[in-house]
């Protein structure tokens, strides 16, 4: 799951960690008001969307006064914002964050991630703050200081060292240093954050190190144990096909073919676009119905699916282990003739009680294809697309 900007600076806060003096605006006037508490000028408009790049898309202004605050608020809020993150369709901003400017030396960059590949705690720093850190790891990799950190020990003040020694930090700043990252490793596994990214991590001309930006991504399998970030999911900012697949436990991916994908299994998945692709089509989507899944979850499923005008077709591709091929035939067949589905179906299914389910699907008097392995599946679907 990710949040705004302006709310991974609330728990940045509940962290000491250093931010920018600021608050959130939804209208020209608020966001004129909370200028004018800060006391000072410059003043930064910020867009507030779940992307990156803002600033190259304008949506991140300085203003030098309060007239400027609330023209570049009114441009901003309301604006279908296209950055590099966004694709070209844009996301819509109904909120700025309002922050105190700063008298910038020196742009770092410094997150902290799980590495899935080491099963430990990856810190990534580098001097080129800033920049797109994939466009410093093409270009540059050397500049990117790797530090890893295992979590049964913890992080040690060696780990800190280490970062700030690789970003030539001076004396002054080894202590502040240590103590915020230290601090952003405790937010991460406290919160169960799978990235926490602060681009910049700006040195002011007073030697003070301040998150100028923040960024913060959720294991969304541990969202239940942590109910104070769950609440700050914006539903506004995910694909609504995504928000109505999580109300019923199901993983939907959103792609750009012509063919609709059931599976069970996120592995399974990946071998179904595979096969889809080899035999000349495209997946539009798929959908991950788990090892559980119930003939009310495939009719879920199949509603979701068939939401999306660009699918022409649907495989569903099936293991029957946990879930018997018996039940999701029964769920086939039922969202078949509720959900009345108007393009081709091939299935292909194979596991527990596969000839039952087999038997369900041919005396259903619906007109779906059956495969006999995966290969056949995915010729099939493609034929028809």
Not at 140 to 161: D, F, W
Not at 177 to 185: A, D, H, P
Not at 261 to 281: F, Q, S
Not at 318 to 329: H, P, Q, S, T
Request: glycine share 10%; hydrophobic share 45%.
């Amino acid at each position: 799951m990710k949040i705004h900007e302006y709310q991974a600076k609330q728990l940045f806060s509940q962290y000491e960690i250093p931010i920018p003096r600021g608050a959130v605006a939804d209208s020209p006037d608020a966001a004129k008001s909370e200028a004018g508490t800060l006391g000072a000028f410059p003043v930064a408009v910020k867009a507030q969307i779940h992307a990156g790049g803002r600033g190259k898309g304008g949506g991140v202004k300085i203003a030098k006064n309060l007239a400027e605050v609330e023209k570049y608020a009114g441009d901003i809020i309301g604006m279908n914002l296209v950055t590099p993150q966004t694709g070209s369709e844009g996301q819509p901003v109904k909120r700025v964050l309002i922050e105190s400017g700063l008298e910038i030396e020196k742009e770092l960059y410094l997150s902290l991630m799980t590495d899935r590949e080491s099963a430990e705690v990856l810190i990534m720093a580098s001097e080129a703050g800033g920049m797109d850190i994939e466009t410093v790891a093409a270009e540059t990799p050397e500049k990117i200081i790797k530090v890893y950190v295992n979590p049964l020990s913890g992080i040690y003040p060696y780990h800190c060292r280490q970062a700030a020694f690789g970003l030539n930090l001076g004396k002054e700043l080894l202590k502040p240093f240590s103590q915020m990252l230290t601090r952003l490793y405790k937010l991460l596994m406290e919160k169960d954050a799978s990235l926490v990214e602060i681009n910049p991590l700006v040195i002011t001309r007073d030697q003070e190190l301040i998150a100028l930006d923040a960024k913060i991504n959720f294991d969304d399998n541990a969202l239940y144990r942590q109910k104070d970030v769950a609440e700050m999911r914006d539903l506004d900012e995910e694909d609504p096909l995504d928000v109505e697949a999580s109300k019923y436990n199901l993983n939907y991916i959103n792609l750009d073919g012509t063919v609709g994908n059931m599976v069970n299994g996120a592995g399974l998945a990946m071998a179904v676009m595979d096969t889809i692709k080899l035999a000349g089509a495209e997946p539009a989507n798929f959908l991950d119905v788990g090892g559980g899944a119930t003939a009310e979850m495939i009719e879920n499923g199949f509603r979701i699916i068939l939401s999306d005008r660009k699918v022409k077709a649907i495989l569903i591709n099936i293991f029957g282990g946990i879930l018997r091929c018996d039940v999701l035939a029964e769920g086939v067949v039922k969202a078949a003739k509720n959900t009345q589905i108007d393009v081709p179906l091939v299935v292909r299914m194979e596991g527990t009680n596969v000839e039952e389910g087999r038997q369900i699907l041919a005396e259903s008097g619906l007109e779906i294809q059956t495969a006999r392995d995966l290969a056949d599946a995915g010729e099939k679907v493609a034929a028809l697309v």
